[in-house]
């Protein structure tokens, strides 16, 4: 009987809790093992970016079906908890488990890695001065910061910032670093939170420095034709070179090209804020040695070319953002339980 299957889904993000709610919710066994304290993955650091009304970001499902998780019939969550290896054992798979009180091994039916990705280091990127200028910031230090203390500050005075810029693509689409690829998710949530500064604070003005545009998400042509219709809202297509520190004046200097005039400009602003993108996670090659898993050419992992039981969810196999990562969760789910079904 499919009810008697026992799966494991290794990940606690948006994508795991997902795909564990689906299957225990289906009848299966399901062991949801997340290496940190709590269940929630990254997006249990991102704020809500309702303004006038719901803009439609998914933190609040998020949080929803993380509480949800923690009592659902069928599904257990071990916290803490480290997967270090995965093999094949018969028509199943042995998973070995590590934690504080020491190892133990578990057996399924099928595995589901949802072990997501990890944020790009924005200090690679020395000539923004992350990590040496309090105020250059990245896009999951704001969201924190919002999630909090529901406003934004300087960090460096606690002062309310007037003039704010968002760089997009830090670690993405960038050549000099190896990632050819899009993020997916960056433009869709500096465009959000942009708008929720200038909801906070009428005065601020908000700078978007960008390659191109790219949609992501529902309501996006509404939130970007509001920010577009917004005189405090600039968009700039242009990526800055470098940001300093400038020594006669509280605040950072950044120097970009304007693509009119063809002449390196240099700009004031109060915080700089980084978009920062997707890379693999750098835990996952661990994991893949008895698998038969493979990179892709950007680095994430291939989807199994075989069926045998094991799948992928969520960012593990690519770039996605929340809304994105739940339906690729749910679209897993039914192709473990076919699986099983089929294994009848």
Request: glycine share 10%; with cysteine; charged share 25%.
């Amino acid at each position: 009987m499919v009810s008697d299957a026992h799966v494991i889904v290794v990940g606690g993000g948006i994508a795991g809790i997902t795909c564990a709610g689906e299957l225990a919710q289906a009848g299966l066994r399901v062991t949801l093992i997340e290496k940190e304290s709590k269940i929630g993955g990254w997006a249990a650091d991102y704020c809500c970016k309702a303004t006038e009304r719901c803009q439609r970001c998914f933190v609040c499902v998020s949080d929803k079906k993380r509480e949800r998780a923690q009592s659902m019939d069928g599904l257990s969550v071990m916290t803490d908890r480290r997967v270090s290896k995965v093999e094949k054992n018969g028509t199943g798979y042995q998973v070995q488990v590590e934690g504080a009180g020491g190892k133990e091994k578990l057996y399924a039916n099928a595995v589901v890695f949802a072990t997501g990705f990890s944020p790009f280091d924005a200090s690679k990127k020395g000539e923004y001065g992350y990590g040496r200028y309090p105020d250059v910031v990245t896009a999951l230090d704001l969201e924190r910061m919002l999630r909090e203390e529901g406003k934004i500050r300087r960090p460096s005075n606690g002062q309310i910032p007037k003039k704010i810029a968002f760089i997009q693509c830090v670690g993405s689409r960038d050549e000099s670093i190896g990632h050819l690829y899009c993020s997916k998710a960056c433009c869709a949530y500096a465009l959000r939170m942009g708008r929720v500064i200038r909801n906070q604070n009428p005065s601020s003005e908000i700078f978007f420095f960008y390659m191109d545009i790219q949609p992501a998400g529902r309501l996006f042509d509404e939130t970007l034709m509001a920010c577009q219709q917004d005189p405090q809202f600039h968009f700039i297509r242009a990526i800055p070179s470098k940001i300093y520190q400038y020594h006669r004046k509280d605040g950072l200097m950044m120097r970009v090209l304007n693509t009119e005039s063809g002449e390196l400009e240099e700009q004031f602003f109060d915080m700089i804020v980084l978009s920062i993108g997707m890379e693999p996670n750098r835990e996952n090659e661990s994991l893949w040695e008895n698998l038969e898993l493979q990179k892709g050419k950007e680095g994430f992992v291939d989807s199994p070319s075989r069926d045998d039981g094991i799948f992928l969810a969520g960012t593990v196999s690519g770039p996605k953002d929340i809304d994105r990562s739940i339906t690729d969760a749910k679209r897993v789910a039914l192709l473990a339980l076919e699986y099983l079904e089929g294994r009848r």
